[in-house]
Structure formats: structure tokens, C-alpha cells
């Protein structure tokens, strides 16, 4: 992963402090079958993260090359 790529990646986890506003600013969708988990799609690299409204708290589960970061 370039200096760049991570230096993107490093930002969009940053600005999960703004959520929901990160929505708008990301390419952010939510993923399919699992409750409140979304990805951030930054090329062909993903970070997967789940909100957790009710302790106000946002987890980044997973963050890699898309090809790998589905398969769990």
C-alpha cells in the first residue's frame, strides 16, 4: 500500500468521529445482512466499521484490498 493510499485511509477512520457526515463526504454504503456495519470504498481498498448508536461508538472491523476483505 502506497504513502498516499494509507494517508487516505488514515483521514477517512479519522472522520468517522463525524458520523453520519462522513456519509456524504466517503463513498460509504452500508453492507447487505449485516445491521448498522458500512464500508468506505477508497480505490481498491475497503474499511469496514460498525456504529454502535447506543454506546455512541464506531469500530473499524476490517480494512484491506477488496479482493481479501470480504472473506470473513
Known amino acids: 500500500m502506497d504513502k498516499k493510499l494509507k494517508n487516505r485511509m488514515k483521514e477517512s477512520i479519522e472522520k ?26 477508497l ?5 469496514i466499521f460498525y456504529v454502535d448508536k447506543r454506546q455512541k461508538t464506531i469500530y473499524v472491523t476490517h480494512a484491506g484490498k477488496r479482493e481479501s476483505i470480504y472473506e470473513d
Open 16 to 41: 468517522l468521529v463525524d458520523y453520519p457526515v462522513i456519509l456524504r463526504e466517503f463513498d460509504v454504503e452500508k453492507l447487505e445482512g449485516i445491521e448498522r456495519t458500512y464500508r468506505i470504498r
Open 43 to 47: 480505490g481498491e481498498y475497503r474499511v
